[in-house]
């Protein structure tokens, strides 16, 4: 009923994707009001929020919801909070993300980075998964431990820098917005006990 009379194309459901049509300052005005709305102390919120924002550095991708609500539970913060900081995680960030945390990384540890990444894995690995996952699984990580590794030692640095920015910035916002909302309930309450006392 509700149906498109045309499908979108692919080009054009990308486009969607990458840049939504309200913009992205109205879809970063969703989160930030879905968060501060959270029914849980700022603390909670804000450690929630850090922790999807320092799980969105890991080169982890499809496990970052799994990770952020784990590490929010661990600190003690908002799982739903966490979901929603991963969202710092984007396609648009994702590439810097992934460009910055691979070369920090990789100096970190003394590799000699290329410039250009190329991932050879063997003919036919999809059915060696399904025959041998364990010489398919490892095979896998010799191929790809020299990309991951970095990603995840620059991870912790960058991560935790943005993770303790966004606590700093939700703890304060959230705060504030609780308070503003303590007070105009005791308004409306006096409001309507004097009414009733009339």
């Known amino acids: ?3 498109r009379r045309e499908k979108p194309g ?3 459901r990308i486009r969607l994707f990458l840049f939504p049509p309200g913009g992205l300052k109205r879809a970063w005005t ?3 009001h879905r968060t501060k709305r959270i029914s849980a102390t700022p603390y909670a919120i804000a450690a929630g929020f850090a922790a ?3 799980i969105s550095f890991t080169p982890f991708i499809g496990f970052h ?3 952020a609500g784990i590490l929010a539970w661990f600190l003690r913060g908002s799982i739903l909070a966490s979901a929603l900081g991963t969202a710092v995680g ?3 960030t994702f590439p810097f993300i992934w460009w910055a945390t691979y070369n920090l990384g990789g100096l970190m540890l003394g590799y000699d980075l290329k410039s250009e990444i190329t991932i050879d894995l063997p003919h036919g690995f999809g059915m060696m998964l399904l025959t041998q996952p364990g010489e398919a699984l490892r095979l896998f990580w010799e191929v790809m431990s020299p990309i991951i590794l970095p990603m995840l030692v620059g991870a912790l640095p960058l991560g935790g ?3 303790l920015a966004f606590y700093l910035l939700v ?3 959230v705060a504030e917005y609780q308070e503003r909302r303590r007070a105009r309930l005791a308004a409306r309450r006096r409001q309507l006990q004097s009414q009733a006392a009339e």
């Open 161 to 163: 820098i943005t993770g």
């Open 10 to 12: 692919l080009l054009h």
């Open 1 to 3: 009923m509700f149906a």
């Open 30 to 32: 969703y989160i930030w």
């Open 52 to 54: 999807g924002a320092f």
């Open 65 to 67: 919801f799994i990770l």
């Open 90 to 92: 984007n396609p648009l």
């Open 171 to 173: 703890y304060k916002g």
